[in-house]
């Protein structure tokens, strides 16, 4: 991770300097609104030798949670006209959970075991923008980015009469990518409040572990994967 954000630094840091003494084009950017996280193609697994049918699907999640965010980024409108910004974000969301059921068959008898999932995403996403500039002073924009998806998942299975409450719990990074529009309003010439809409896909996360007690075998799996449309509203500051 610390590779990748110094790579992507690079051309912020070469864009300030080949402007540094007019002291424009960098920017800073606080946020926060309400994350829309999906949670789909859910799925746990409680296996052993005498279970039957002991996998689980899950329904697909979608909840708004709280999210928030900076951003440090260099606007080339001014310094050489060209209507495009480069951004380094870093936005993180609240916790979204899953829950479902399974009924199956343990040692000959129908046993159901619950599930929980949790999910929570941050992301740090380099962005490119292309800003539709005009006579007034909004500004609408257009916008994608890369980057990476921190997803950590926690597992809480629980197979009733067992006797047995498992929590599983990894954290993945992944690749991420997103699209988004929004708009600039322009307070003054130095502070603008934005509002965005962008869409982020996070990847898959899995987690799994096998219990081992003289001859038995007992395994535990969940993977689901994960995006975010995000919905913020935020307050720039253009040096």
């Not at 994350?35 to 996998?55: A, K, L, M, P």
């Not at 959970?97 to 343990?106: M, R, T």
Request: aromatic content about 12%; glycine content about 10%; hydrophobic content about 40%.
């Amino acid at each position: 991770m610390k590779n990748f954000f110094a790579v992507c630094i690079i051309p912020l840091v070469v864009a300030w300097s080949a402007t540094a003494s007019a002291k424009e084009g960098i920017y800073i950017t606080g946020k926060a609104g309400t994350s829309v996280v999906n949670v789909y193609g859910i799925n746990s697994t409680f296996s052993q030798d005498e279970i039957v049918n002991g996998h689980a699907t899950l329904p697909d999640r979608t909840k708004g949670v709280f999210g928030g965010g900076v951003a440090i980024g260099y606007d080339f409108y001014d310094p050489f006209q060209l209507p495009v910004r480069l951004e380094l974000d870093t936005t993180f969301r609240g916790e979204t959970d899953a829950k479902g059921g399974q009924d199956i068959i343990a040692f000959g008898d129908p046993v159901h075991i619950n599930v929980k999932n949790q999910i929570r995403m941050t992301t740090y996403m380099v962005n490119g923008y292309y800003d539709f500039h005009n006579s007034t002073a909004f500004t609408p924009y257009i916008s994608a980015g890369v980057g990476l998806a921190h997803v950590k998942l926690s597992n809480n299975t629980i197979p009733v009469g067992f006797g047995i409450n498992e929590t599983l719990s990894a954290s993945k990074n992944n690749f991420a990518w997103g699209a988004g529009i929004g708009a600039k309003y322009a307070v003054t010439d130095n502070i603008m409040i934005d509002a965005s809409y962008k869409y982020i896909n996070a990847g898959k996360v899995s987690i799994s572990k096998n219990h081992y007690a003289g001859d038995e075998h007992t395994a535990y799996d969940a993977d689901t994967k994960v995006a975010s449309n995000d919905f913020m509203l935020g307050i720039t500051y253009a040096f």
